[in-house]
């Protein structure tokens, strides 16, 4: 039996783009760019080396959001607790910024309609933890003019002394796109149909 052989020349990958000729690089300087794909104006900061869409008045890094592990149903006067965790070795910091935001994800970044601060410490770590050690959490009561499309949520943190990171170029990102069933605001009416016909 005769060994076939295929050889077989994919040259280089590149990324998925509209022109497969013109691999994309990220560029030299910092400043505003239009992405070729879709069409997003965003900002490249060479020294962070990462690309920025706008949010809120908030530069944030793009590739951030996530889908959704599960969705909760919220209505208008419903409290909702988003709980942010993370591992955390080093020293001390205090006064840590946590930034929860509820709002739309789009295409030309995301839209913010609900935002809330909070602060907190950590305490010095030495010991790499195996489970994460750090929590934070803001409680929002759902308004009663909260739109059906609010349904992305997004956390961050920065500042703190030592500090993390500024609030315009924090790292520390993090969302989940459709996180939320918005309910109690437009009518609704679903399996609609004849459940039964009989002669009487």
Do not use: C, H
Not at 116 to 128: E, H, K
Not at 132 to 153: A, K, Q, R
């Amino acid at each position: 039996m005769a060994l076939k052989t295929l050889d077989l020349n994919l040259g280089g990958f590149k990324l998925l783009q509209d022109d497969s000729i013109q691999q994309l690089e990220d560029p030299a300087v910092s400043g505003w760019y239009i992405d070729s794909r879709t069409g997003q104006r965003v900002f490249y900061d060479s020294t962070a080396g990462k690309f920025f869409t706008l949010a809120g008045g908030v530069y944030i890094p793009l590739g951030y959001m996530n889908p959704a592990p599960k969705q909760v149903a919220v209505a208008p006067g419903d409290r909702l607790k988003i709980t942010l965790s993370f591992k955390y070795t080093g020293p001390a910091i205090t006064g840590i910024t946590g930034y929860y935001s509820i709002g739309i994800n789009g295409i030309f970044g995301f839209d913010e309609r609900l935002t809330q601060r909070t602060s907190f410490n950590i305490p010095q770590v030495t010991s790499p933890p195996s489970a994460p050690n750090v929590s934070d959490s803001y409680t929002f009561t759902i308004p009663t003019g909260i739109g059906t499309n609010w349904d992305d949520i997004y956390v961050k943190i920065f500042g703190g002394s030592p500090s993390i990171g500024g609030e315009a170029t924090t790292s520390f990102l993090f969302g989940y796109e459709n996180a939320l069933t918005i309910a109690g605001v437009d009518p609704s009416i679903t399996e609609f149909k004849i459940s039964d016909f009989a002669k009487v």
